[in-house]
């Protein structure tokens, strides 16, 4: 056989290999979105399944105490995620193993308080306990389970019955699709919970102040520079003014107020360059400038910053108040250094 058969072999292997590789994920992702049609489908017709979600972000936001989440397994990695993503939107939630609290963690538990418990078959025996105290203690409970029969379903306030769907594990076993409804499910009660608060990105800051998402919430009022920083002239100062204000201040523009304090216009670098001539520098800065210049709110988000000066393809934005008075400079490098992009 010569070098070249046994390469052309093995290129034919390779691709038999990788062929079956992306024939199960390809499989993998087609049953994971049949399940959520499912889930869709359900939501859409099934009067009960939507009537009880809705009945669970009501319940939910008309308790004073805090959503208990806890399940066993992958419902319980899919429950701590949930629990995460409510806290991080405005609904006081944590997570809590059944395990953990059958040996004191219960204690942790009011009667102001809700649960939430995840059991795909509803039968999870580690479950028991929890269920049992809530009963006892009148804690409401909500179910994420698929089977409407089980212990669990039949004693939830607010049972939802997910649909029963195949798992992409080809054995039927590893909690798969499953696992991904009962997290769409929840991901859902959450969003639902954030609008009916009226949760903005305001709040969102308090609870992400790290990060690229805590960068982006910023406001640009507290990466703007200030005072001094800022270069300002009157009208009626000199080109040649403006010229050691620019420099000075390295922001490559200048602001122009009128007697009132307000911002009557802007020089850029390309308003120097269309004025070039011999008698610039004798010229006044209102004879050069850009009237009506594009400006941001301080309140104005980072991220929104961001978009301003990508769109408008300019890379310093000045930020003025409520009398169009200006109060800061805001450079692009500024929101880069923040982690804004």
């Known amino acids: 056989m010569s070098l070249r058969s046994i390469d052309a072999s093995l290129t034919e292997d390779i691709l038999t290999e990788d062929s079956a590789i992306l ?35 009501k319940l939910i936001a008309d308790r004073n105490g805090r959503v208990v989440v806890s399940g066993v397994g992958k419902s319980g990695h899919i429950g701590r995620k949930i629990a995460a993503t409510m806290a991080s939107t405005g609904t006081s939630a944590y997570f809590v193993h059944p395990t953990e609290a059958s040996h004191g963690d219960l204690g942790m538990i009011t009667s102001d308080d809700l649960v939430i418990l995840l059991s795909w078959s509803g039968e999870t025996v580690e479950l028991g306990n929890m269920l049992a105290y809530a009963q006892r203690f ?75 998402l805590g960068a982006q919430l910023l406001l640009v009022g507290e990466l703007a520079h200030r005072g001094d920083a800022m270069p300002i002239l009157p009208l009626g100062a000199q080109m040649g003014q403006a010229l050691i204000e620019m420099s000075s201040k390295g922001f490559g523009v200048v602001g122009v107020v009128d007697t009132d304090g307000k911002l009557a216009g802007v020089i850029t670098d390309g308003d120097l360059r269309r004025h070039m001539s011999d008698g610039l520098l004798q010229q006044t800065v209102e004879a050069i400038m850009s009237v009506k210049p594009r400006v941001i709110s301080p309140q104005l988000l980072a991220s929104a910053a961001m978009q301003v000066m990508q769109s408008s393809k300019v890379t310093v934005l000045f930020l003025v108040d409520e009398t169009e008075t200006p109060v800061g400079i805001l450079h692009i490098h500024d929101l880069l250094r923040a982690g804004v992009a």
């Open 138 to 212: 009148k804690v409401p409970v909500i179910s994420l389970t698929s089977n409407q029969d089980s212990l669990l379903a039949r004693h939830s306030t607010v049972p939802i019955v997910i649909p029963k769907v195949n798992e992409a594990c080809p054995h039927g076993l590893a909690p798969t699709t499953s696992a991904l409804l009962q997290l769409a499910v929840g991901d859902a009660l959450a969003i639902a919970l954030l609008e009916r608060r009226g949760f903005s990105p305001e709040d969102f800051k308090t609870f992400h102040p790290g990060g690229k």
């Open 23 to 57: 024939d199960s994920i390809g499989r993998s992702l087609a049953t994971t979105v049949d399940g959520v049609n499912a889930l869709a489908t359900s939501f859409a017709n099934d009067a009960v399944f939507a009537r009880n979600l809705a009945d669970a972000v």
